[in-house]
């Protein structure tokens, strides 16, 4: 009977000891930022060739930490990002301008991908979409 009891407190102890390290390590990752953008994919509809083609998305941090932008990667040629640069404290807003060159005639399809400091969205996946007729 000792030896079941013996036992059954090595198991508790060890439930324990285990539970305690998953919270010491919890807090000791602290704060973390979060990146939650009012929109991820834009459709321009149909666009006179030559005519600005931009559009700003707009996140916010809805987290505890500051947000870092790292970088914005663009995926082609044809699109130029814009961001900011600056640490986004927690409850404040930053955006993202993507232009796309509009000199190219026809459907598309095109993306530039966020690079964050968030633990949960270190990648996001912005789309920009449309049509540019000829002038």
Same mark, same amino acid.
């Given at each position: 009977m000792k030896?079941?009891?013996?036992?059954?407190?090595?198991?508790i102890l060890m439930v324990t000891a285990s539970i305690a390290s998953r919270s010491n390590?919890?807090?000791?990752a602290g704060p973390a930022p979060a990146i939650e953008f009012t929109e991820t994919s834009h459709d321009f509809g149909?666009?006179?060739?030559?005519s600005p083609v931009e559009y700003n998305f707009v996140f916010k941090n809805t987290g505890m930490? &500051?947000?870092?932008?790292?970088?914005?990667? %663009?995926?082609? !040629?044809c699109t130029t990002p814009e961001y900011t640069t600056t640490p986004v404290a927690p409850g404040k807003s930053g955006k993202?301008?993507?232009?796309?060159?509009?000199?190219?005639?026809?459907?598309?399809?095109?993306?530039?991908?966020?690079?964050?400091?968030? &633990?949960?969205?270190?990648?996001?996946?912005? %789309?920009?979409? !449309?049509v540019i007729e000829p002038k």
């Open positions: 030896k079941v009891i013996a036992f059954f407190s090595l198991g390590s919890f807090n000791e149909t666009v006179k060739q030559s930490a &500051p947000l870092i932008i790292n970088n914005v990667e %663009k995926t082609c !040629g993202i301008k993507v232009k796309y060159d509009s000199e190219r005639v026809g459907a598309f399809q095109k993306s530039v991908i966020v690079h964050t400091n968030d &633990p949960d969205n270190a990648t996001i996946s912005l %789309k920009i979409s !449309g």
